[in-house]
């Protein structure tokens, strides 16, 4: 029975994974909203932005996205229930498309009032990080590249979600969490300690049969150079 339920619970992530896939593979409007996400928490990076000034570009980041799939999933299911011209079809199309014209507003207003001073008056040094900040710029490390493993199996097409296909989401965010861990605390015990759990969650997906090793590698060494680019370009 709860082996049962295991397999019932992972077989729901993947259809999830699947249908935010398929939105990102066939619809131009949310491959530009990831791609602004992207842009957007480089930028945060960028500018030293605080904690809850993150959760709120978060927040209005995943209102947009989910805005858009419903839009997409509104028209697919109208789409199926009429072959006609309907005027309350139109109506509720447009109903659907203006949820997420006001969540895309509400993202560029979260936007402008986080990054509107940052802009006007940069520091002397625009890429200076605080240390304290390394929590925030491990987090958008790690969304950064679960935002790119998506991407690429979207384009890719091979696998499901949450088993095989390229890359491997697992081997991408457990080398980002050794690269963070390097960073942050600078000891090459700790650094080794956090390399070889990567490993072994590697060797994992490949034993498991549900990646080759060339997957592995390929989700290893993304995630490795995300974060590593994110790290220089805050030194």
Known sequence: MSVRRNSSILQSFNFAFEGVIHVLRTQRNLRIHFAIAVLVLVLA????????????????????????????????????ATTSFDPLAKLAKDIAAGAVLIAAMNAIAVGYLVFENRIRQPSGRLLTYLREADTNL??????????????????????????????????????????????ITGRVLVSALAFVMALLVAQTRVESGIHSASEVAYGAVMGTLVTLLLFQLAA
Do not use: Q, Y
């Open 45 to 80: 990076l960028v500018f030293d932005v605080s904690r809850l000034e993150l959760v709120a570009l978060m927040l209005a980041i995943t209102f947009v996205l989910i805005a858009e799939m419903v839009n997409t999933a509104v028209e697919a299911t109208i789409d199926v």
């Open 138 to 183: 491990t987090l958008i490390a790690l969304v950064i590249t679960l935002i790119v493993v998506i991407a690429t199996k979207a384009v890719s097409g091979r696998g499901t979600p949450l088993r095989g296909g390229l890359p491997s989401g697992h081997a991408a965010l457990a080398f980002a969490g050794w690269m963070a861990i390097t960073f």
